[in-house]
């Protein structure tokens, strides 16, 4: 390929970045998840320790949701091409064999980095990477799945489960040593993800794709029971899990007033209040998607930070 030909597929590549998988919002994220669940698995440890597995483990885990969202993109591209005429995939300024390159060369680097890391967390990434092939094939069973939307979005985002899983081999490089505790944690970053899937597909009623939206599927009072029951869910195990943190009421006080505002938000959506918008509710529940994260990562890095370790090797 020639100079100018490599210029712009790396330009066009950027914009399809820019365009699918924006690092301002999915860095910031993937960080504040990689963090959460790696500290997490520190609690009963003297030390945290910050090495070269910790930043690998942290790239391999980026990595593994931006191919996702290619592999999303690949699977869906038919489909969206008619729907979303005016990405840049469906005008094929980049073309689904470039997707379909950029895959293998970022399955390739995930490979690489948790084959550096020992066989059991070289294991618990092949069992990631299989599930998400899996999801890419929607298990098989397309049609089945679509019939039960419910279904369909808590089987793809189970893979959070091994992730998390696929973290704590990354500190401690074995999972002989995991705990119930740590288990709940898992659970409750699953329900969260699970979530804020819904959350992230919420879309207004004179939108052109509000078909797409989970609003559309189940209608406005049964997306709002669905999302905060998943709230409750994930406010008690939050609120389990942060005792093994801290016993600061004041983190526990305002995780509770956060549920309550975001109560009063869901009934008015779901009375189609004119004072509460999807936006309203997508950035409320995003917050509150964050908040939790942060009281997690925050706390123990208070708490431990005269613990930290950061180690030149593995």
């Not at 365009?19 to 301002?24: D, H, Q």
Request: with cysteine; aromatic share 18%; net charge positive.
């Amino acid at each position: 390929m020639k100079k100018g030909g490599r210029g712009q597929l790396k330009a066009n590549f950027i914009s399809y970045l820019k365009e699918r998988f924006p690092l301002s919002f999915h860095l910031p994220i993937i960080l504040l998840f990689y963090l959460a669940i790696y500290l997490f698995a520190s609690l009963h440890s003297t030390n945290i320790i910050f090495s070269i597995r910790t930043l690998l483990g942290f790239l391999t885990v980026f990595l593994i949701f931006f191919h996702l969202r290619l592999f999303d993109d690949l699977k869906d591209y038919y489909k969206d091409r008619s729907r979303f005429p005016d990405r840049l995939l469906s005008k094929e300024v980049i073309t689904v064999n470039q997707i379909k390159y950029a895959s293998l060369i970022v399955i390739g680097l995930e490979i690489t980095f948790s084959s550096l890391m020992g066989f059991q967390t070289f294991l618990l990434y092949l069992g990631t990477l299989s599930y998400s092939i899996l999801m890419y094939f929607e298990f098989f069973i397309k049609d089945k799945l679509k019939k039960n939307i419910l279904v369909y979005n808590f089987s793809h985002q189970f893979l959070i489960i091994l992730i998390g899983l696929y973290i704590y081999t990354v500190y401690h490089s074995t999972i002989e040593a995991i705990n119930i505790l740590y288990l709940a944690f898992l659970i409750n970053m699953f329900l969260i993800f699970a979530m804020f899937e819904f959350i992230r597909k919420i879309k207004d009623e004179k939108d052109p794709h509000f078909d797409l939206s989970y609003v559309y599927i189940f209608g406005r009072k049964k997306f709002s029971i669905i999302i905060f029951s998943l709230l409750c869910i994930i406010t008690t195990l939050s609120l389990f899990t942060l005792t093994s943190i801290t016993t600061n009421p004041v983190l526990y006080l305002l995780q509770i007033f956060i549920v309550f505002c975001l109560f009063i938000l869901s009934i008015l959506y779901a009375k189609r209040s004119s004072k509460v918008s999807c936006k309203t509710i997508k950035i409320s529940y995003s917050v509150f998607m964050l908040l939790i994260l942060l009281l997690i990562v925050v706390p123990i890095l208070v708490l431990k930070h005269s613990s930290l370790e950061f180690l030149i090797g593995w």
